[in-house]
């Protein structure tokens, strides 16, 4: 109850003060609306650079992971080329024996 009290309380010397010290806002308008907006005109072009670096890093990350993705698909066809090397030799040598 007396959270209530104190809000109407609160309420009513606003608008008091308000209405008495109308001149004196506008002032305070007029000098922290440029400073708000230089604030926030910062505060975008941090938040907009933060996120162009976050999707370079994904995009790196996402190219990243291709190339090691590419790079065992590599080594898998390597591994069966080397597979099939052999594979042509001992044919090969069972060609020369069984040859007369």
Do not use: C, H
Not at 69 to 78: F, G, L, M, P
């Amino acid at each position: 109850m007396s959270l209530l009290i104190s809000g109407i309380v609160s309420v009513t010397l606003g608008v008091i003060g308000f209405s008495l010290w109308w001149s004196e806002f506008v002032i305070i308008l007029k000098g922290g609306v440029p400073i708000m907006l230089i604030l926030g005109g910062i505060l975008a072009v941090y938040v907009g650079l933060d996120a162009m670096q976050e999707r370079m890093r994904e995009e790196r990350q996402k190219q990243e992971e291709k190339l090691d993705k590419t790079r065992e698909e590599i080594e898998q066809v390597k591994a069966q080329a080397e597979q099939y090397r052999e594979e042509i030799e001992k044919l090969k040598e069972q060609a020369k024996k069984n040859t007369p």
